[in-house]
């Protein structure tokens, strides 16, 4: 018989809660879901959800008040600081809403920029591959080109094209389309199905378009902090 193949995150009795003027908010509280390595799942939820939250949880950027997240097999919460940015160095990719290119990097440096920070391969490979990354998302003739000079639609491609510079086995995408008109929005959303499947990364999207999320294999529906639905499409 077939071994069913390890979960890639594991989460366990999540729960996030917070300080605020009233005393303690919660955000998540007991969410358990496993995600298969080569899936495609959507978390869903409106605005307020807790989803963006659970996002930063699974990718070790915040501390859980309590429950586990398992990345690769490793508990998140046994990790240092520096322990789970190793962990997600050259393993993990990141396409966020408001792009976080550096105004600085033109789009061939900004891509680059994960490679260096990982430092294994070569600099003349680095380039390289930064350069067909570009071509990829169609920026051949712009990979000179500083953000501030670039379109919504264009800055986009280019963290596409850092997201998937490093291989990672898994793509977070937070909402990659909420500052783009619906039109660039949908190339944006077929450019990184397109790229994730060429890569055969685990992709991982945080969502309010239920449209979106039906093109992921699976979709888990967040709602006040808790996991309401969860099924494969």
């Known amino acids: 018989m077939q071994k069913k193949p390890d979960p890639i995150i594991e989460v366990r009795s999540l729960c996030k809660?917070?300080?605020?003027?009233?005393?303690?908010?919660t955000i998540l509280e007991g969410v358990d879901f496993d995600i298969m390595r080569g899936s495609s799942v959507a978390i869903v939820g409106a605005s307020g959800s807790g989803k963006s939250t659970?996002?930063?949880?699974?990718?070790?950027?915040?501390?859980?008040?309590?429950?586990?997240?398992?990345?690769?097999?490793?508990?998140?919460?046994?990790?240092?600081?520096?322990?789970?940015?190793?962990?997600?160095?050259g393993s993990i990719g990141f396409v966020f809403q408001s792009f976080q290119l550096m105004p600085h990097l033109t789009a061939l440096e900004?891509?680059?920029?994960?490679?260096?920070?990982?430092?294994?391969?070569?600099?003349?490979?680095a380039i390289a591959r930064s350069r067909a990354l570009l071509e990829q998302v169609g920026l051949g003739a712009r990979m000179g080109h500083y953000p501030k000079l670039l379109s919504g639609g264009e800055q986009q491609r280019v963290a596409l094209a850092?997201?998937?510079?490093?291989?990672?086995?898994?793509?977070?995408?937070?909402?990659?389309?909420?500052?783009?008109?619906?039109?660039?929005?949908?190339?944006?959303?077929?450019?990184?199905?397109?790229?994730?499947?060429?890569?055969?990364?685990?992709?991982?999207?945080?969502?309010?378009?239920?449209?979106?999320?039906?093109?992921?294999?699976?979709?888990?529906?967040?709602?006040?902090?808790?996991?309401?639905?969860?099924?494969?499409?």
């Open 17 to 25: 809660r917070v300080k605020d003027a009233t005393g303690e908010l």
């Open 54 to 89: 659970l996002l930063g949880l699974l990718a070790g950027l915040d501390n859980a008040t309590s429950g586990s997240v398992r990345l690769f097999g490793q508990d998140l919460a046994t990790l240092s600081e520096d322990e789970r940015a190793r962990l997600r160095n």
């Open 110 to 125: 900004n891509v680059r920029l994960p490679l260096e920070l990982q430092g294994s391969i070569a600099a003349h490979e």
């Open 162 to 233: 850092r997201a998937f510079a490093t291989q990672p086995d898994i793509l977070f995408a937070d909402e990659p389309t909420g500052s783009l008109d619906a039109a660039t929005g949908h190339a944006i959303i077929d450019l990184m199905f397109k790229m994730n499947a060429a890569h055969g990364a685990t992709l991982v999207l945080v969502t309010h378009d239920i449209e979106l999320a039906q093109r992921c294999t699976r979709s888990i529906t967040i709602d006040a902090g808790r996991v309401v639905h969860a099924n494969n499409h």
